[in-house]
């Protein structure tokens, strides 16, 4: 799995998730001005998936 760095066609900067077939898992929601608060992003992500709840909206729990 690995995060792609680019900038998109306003100049922003964005980065997208893929998973080992390359398939686009996630992308930012957002675009940064600066590439270093898109890399900050990335960090965020990288550092709270694993510990992230899953709220399952068809029972209304959290696991």
Do not use: P
């Amino acid at each position: 799995m690995y995060f792609i760095l680019y900038k998109d066609k306003q100049g922003e900067w964005r980065w997208t998730f893929r998973a080992a077939n390359h398939e686009a898992i996630c992308v930012s929601s957002e675009g940064y001005t600066t590439k270093q608060s898109a890399v900050h992003s990335i960090g965020l992500v990288k550092s709270g998936a694993a510990s992230a709840k899953v709220y399952d909206d068809t029972t209304k729990m959290w696991s």
